[in-house]
């Protein structure tokens, strides 16, 4: 497959058409200016983001099993640009596909559930990668690099991996799970400059919001103020719930640490389609809570 014909069943998840609209709106963006294909899984239903497998096992597996199955009836890998999509769907898909050699009896229990749907069963014959290794590793660094219109020179990004994108599955092909490059080579190859901190690869806080507030927001602040510590104009995630925690929450978070931040927090579909000379406007950029504006004032597009 190369990059002049990449083709791919789109799984946009619940946040990016709730939420995070502007994720939604930033990767059909890029990907049209790329001549990247997506083909939108309409059908597919919500991985459950983890919270299946504490009730069901056998229900995560199901229900995910049906999300790679609709992708595979399109004979296409299933791209995802959550990482806690990829972290969910993709050790589903890991699972499973071990299970067809070692346990084929409860591939078969998950397909029986399918096949009373009405479904297409799971065959294990597609892979599920999320945008930022589509990117990497099927339309390339160099090719990415040949479409910039707008150097993003003298921008200085931190890269907020997450934990789903990196350990949820045990093979990780297109990246190093404990010392990443993948989004730093991507802010090179735009002309921006890579922050190394701590806290990039660790987990945002998003799940203990719900029952742990003040821990949740501490965590984010931590993240925020070491970036900041090395010079960062501003955070770049690849994870609409790292970005819910760290942007839509950043004002929180400054009440439970004290501490103003105000780090604009980025899509990684967004800055790269900014390299494009993609309009702010078409991005969503306006829909951040912590105002993006000083990043567009500094790159001259404001």
């Given at each position: 497959m190369s990059f002049q014909n990449l083709r791919y069943a789109y799984f946009p998840g619940c946040v990016a058409q709730g939420a995070c609209k502007e994720l939604y709106q930033s990767t059909q963006a890029l990907t049209q200016a790329l001549g990247i294909e997506l083909v939108e899984l309409k059908k597919a239903?919500?991985?459950?983001?983890?919270?299946?497998k504490e009730d069901s096992q056998l229900l995560e597996d199901t229900v995910n099993a049906r999300n790679i199955a609709l992708a595979?009836?399109?004979?296409?890998?299933?791209?995802t640009h959550c990482s806690t999509c990829q972290g969910v769907i993709g050790h589903v898909?890991?699972?499973?596909?071990?299970?067809q050699q070692q346990n084929p009896a409860y591939v078969t229990q998950v397909n029986g559930f399918l096949q009373k749907e009405g479904c297409s069963p799971y065959q294990g014959s597609t892979?599920?990668?999320?945008?930022?290794y589509a990117l990497v590793a099927d339309y390339g660094i160099e090719e990415i690099q040949r479409k910039v219109t707008k150097n993003l020179q003298g921008l200085k990004c931190a890269a907020f991996y997450g934990c789903y994108l990196l350990r949820a599955q045990s093979s990780m092909p297109y990246d190093d799970p404990i010392r990443p490059e993948a989004m730093e080579n991507v802010f090179r190859a735009i002309g921006a400059t890579p922050v190394y901190?701590?806290?990039?690869?660790?987990?945002?806080?998003?799940?203990?919001?719900?029952?742990a507030t003040t821990e949740s927001f501490k965590m984010a602040g931590m993240h925020i103020q070491e970036a900041l510590a090395e010079g960062a104009d501003c955070?770049?995630?690849?994870?609409?719930?790292?970005?819910l925690n760290l942007d839509s929450r950043q004002p929180e978070v400054e009440?439970?640490?004290?501490?103003?931040?105000?780090?604009?927090?980025?899509h990684l579909s967004q800055l790269i389609a900014l390299?494009?000379?993609?309009?702010?406007?078409?991005?969503?950029?306006?829909?951040?809570i912590v105002s993006t504006k000083p990043i567009l004032e500094k790159l001259g597009i404001a």
């Amino acid at each position: 497959m190369s990059f002049q014909n990449l083709r791919y069943a789109y799984f946009p998840g619940c946040v990016a058409q709730g939420a995070c609209k502007e994720l939604y709106q930033s990767t059909q963006a890029l990907t049209q200016a790329l001549g990247i294909e997506l083909v939108e899984l309409k059908k597919a239903a919500c991985c459950g983001s983890g919270t299946y497998k504490e009730d069901s096992q056998l229900l995560e597996d199901t229900v995910n099993a049906r999300n790679i199955a609709l992708a595979e009836s399109l004979n296409l890998p299933l791209l995802t640009h959550c990482s806690t999509c990829q972290g969910v769907i993709g050790h589903v898909d890991e699972r499973l596909k071990q299970a067809q050699q070692q346990n084929p009896a409860y591939v078969t229990q998950v397909n029986g559930f399918l096949q009373k749907e009405g479904c297409s069963p799971y065959q294990g014959s597609t892979e599920v990668k999320h945008l930022l290794y589509a990117l990497v590793a099927d339309y390339g660094i160099e090719e990415i690099q040949r479409k910039v219109t707008k150097n993003l020179q003298g921008l200085k990004c931190a890269a907020f991996y997450g934990c789903y994108l990196l350990r949820a599955q045990s093979s990780m092909p297109y990246d190093d799970p404990i010392r990443p490059e993948a989004m730093e080579n991507v802010f090179r190859a735009i002309g921006a400059t890579p922050v190394y901190y701590r806290g990039r690869t660790q987990c945002c806080g998003w799940p203990l919001a719900s029952y742990a507030t003040t821990e949740s927001f501490k965590m984010a602040g931590m993240h925020i103020q070491e970036a900041l510590a090395e010079g960062a104009d501003c955070m770049v995630t690849p994870c609409p719930l790292c970005h819910l925690n760290l942007d839509s929450r950043q004002p929180e978070v400054e009440k439970v640490i004290g501490k103003q931040l105000k780090l604009p927090v980025l899509h990684l579909s967004q800055l790269i389609a900014l390299s494009l000379g993609i309009p702010p406007k078409q991005l969503g950029l306006e829909r951040h809570i912590v105002s993006t504006k000083p990043i567009l004032e500094k790159l001259g597009i404001a």
